[in-house]
């Protein structure tokens, strides 16, 4: 985990240094990241989504009484999946497809000697191929993550509106802006951001580590997104630790 | 002003070759011509000179600091003032040759309408415009080859060092060109005979 931080902050530097011409080169980079991640995870995502926003209402209303349920499934949707189960998911569904493609790319061009030819004409590699990918896929999991939301509510309050006469798509929706606060939207984006961060930095340092063997592309790979899912559960575990009231737990 | 010494040094790359201590100097304004046993023995050499490979014993300096012991990282500024053209480091499979060949200009600063126009000069000058917008895997060996050699002595460098260099006579006049700047050139062949009696020449053998 350290090498990783330490990879990202070097890259970040080099990034930094860049001059004004060289911009362009990160930015295209840049921006493929965020298409490849993002945009063409979208119908995925959003397929998660609906089908979690359905689950979590038909769970939900069959469990409780007709009156204040339109209060308690926004706060229950805004809960479970706007703070905790959107972002993960995103970031689980980030790993296992752009975790594993920056990781098998990386060490491909490792393996073949592509990284260190840029090197070997006075290019940093971290300023022109890792960062790029790190700030794409962080902007791509925060984006997804908005989609997702809006994705599980509009399936979930749809399908509620539908099934309950008592319910109205439109009720639900105020009393869904009412359970959100912007701290419950920070945090989805703060985490989501972390998440990004995590999976772009720690598939990189694993594929950047690859020797000189096709071997070597599979293991890093597969050691790349292991790692990346185990790295967001544990953001996940100690950002809910730092946000969630524990002294509402034991009241 | 010595911008390479090898002392001694000898070098060995798993899967490649073993090489013998070789000691060599250059300076600014000169070509050396190292003569290599095997194309393979020659691109071990040219990762050695510029500290992608540590020398199995003897040492290495590059712009006169010592590489020995450390890590890409610390010597990502001196290779900044170098160049090294190995078809063992192709050019990135993801860029057209174009970008590959004009990434290192814009990383040093050169705006991107003068990178432009100076790749598509080099392109020509090196025979392979119409290569200008295909991917490393669309393009033949040669070109391949062609290619890193553009990228190798596109860049403004102190060093460049070319390995197994078959450049064509278009592209001939660029060595010349680094040298009256005052840059060094390095070419590692393994045909000594075709360079000019002239031109210093320093044998590597194989361990």
Same mark, same amino acid.
């Given at each position: ?8 902050? $070097? ?34 995502? &959003?397929? +998660? ?14 469990? !409780? ?12 949707? &805004? ?8 972002? +993960? ?44 990918? #790190? #700030?794409? #896929? ?7 993550? #908005? &989609? ?16 309950? $006469? ?36 720690? /598939? ?12 070597? @592309? %599979? ?12 790295? /967001? @559960? ?18 | ?5 090898? *002392? ?16 060599? *100097? @250059?300076?600014?304004? *000169? +070509? ?16 050695? /000179?510029?500290?992608?490979?540590? %020398? ?88 391949? *080859? ?27 006049? !660029? ?23 002239? &031109?210093?020449?320093? %044998?590597?053998?194989? $361990?």
């Amino acid at each position: 985990m350290l090498s990783t931080v330490a990879l990202l902050v $070097a890259s970040a530097r080099s990034a930094a240094l860049l001059p004004a011409a060289a911009r362009g080169v990160v930015r295209r980079t840049t921006f493929r990241q965020i298409l490849f991640t993002g945009v063409e995870a979208i119908p995925l995502v &959003v397929l +998660i989504a609906a089908t979690l926003g359905v689950l979590v209402i038909v769970q939900s209303a069959a469990s !409780l009484p007709d009156i204040g349920q339109a209060e308690f499934m926004g706060r229950l949707l &805004v809960l479970l999946i706007g703070k905790e189960l959107g972002p +993960i998911l995103v970031a689980f569904v980030v790993a296992s497809r752009s975790g594993a493609a920056i990781a098998a790319e990386l060490s491909t061009m490792k393996t073949r000697g592509e990284i260190d030819g840029l090197a070997g004409v006075g290019v940093d590699p971290l300023a022109v191929i890792v960062f790029p990918r #790190v #700030v794409g #896929v962080a902007v791509a999991v925060a984006s997804l993550t #908005v &989609v997702f939301i809006t994705a599980a509510f509009v399936a979930g309050f749809g399908f509620a509106a539908a099934s309950r $006469a008592s319910l109205t798509f439109a009720g639900l929706l105020t009393t869904l802006f009412r359970a959100m606060s912007l701290g419950d939207i920070a945090v989805a984006v703060g985490k989501s951001l972390l998440f990004g961060t995590a999976i772009a930095g720690l /598939c990189a340092e694993r594929g950047l580590a690859a020797k000189a063997s096709s071997t070597e @592309v %599979p293991r890093m790979t597969l050691q790349a997104v292991v790692t990346a899912l185990f790295a /967001c @559960v544990v953001i996940e575990i100690v950002v809910t630790a730092l946000t969630v009231d524990f002294g509402a737990l034991t009241r | 002003m010595t911008l390479l010494r090898l *002392e001694a040094a000898s070098f060995m790359e798993a899967g490649a070759a073993s090489l013998a201590p070789v000691s060599l *100097e @250059v300076s600014s304004g *000169e +070509i050396v011509v190292v003569e290599a046993p095997e194309i393979v023995a020659g691109a071990v050499l040219a990762h050695g /000179c510029l500290g992608f490979l540590p %020398p199995q014993s003897g040492q290495v300096w590059l712009f006169g600091e010592r590489l020995a012991g450390r890590a890409d990282a610390q010597l990502s500024h001196l290779r900044r003032r170098a160049a090294l053209s190995t078809s063992s480091l192709p050019l990135l499979a993801n860029q057209t040759v174009r970008d590959n060949i004009g990434i290192p200009l814009l990383m040093r600063g050169l705006p991107a309408a003068g990178t432009r126009s100076l790749v598509s000069a080099l392109l020509e000058r090196f025979g392979i415009e119409h290569c200008g917008l295909k991917r490393p895997h669309e393009i033949t060996q040669r070109e391949h *080859e062609l290619a890193l050699a553009a990228r190798a002595l596109a860049v403004p460098a102190d060093l460049v060092v070319l390995d197994n260099p078959r450049l064509p006579p278009a592209a001939r006049g !660029l060595l010349q060109d680094k040298i009256d700047a005052g840059s060094a050139v390095l070419a590692i062949v393994t045909h000594a005979a075709l360079i000019p009696e002239a &031109v210093r020449k320093i %044998p590597v053998e194989l $361990a």
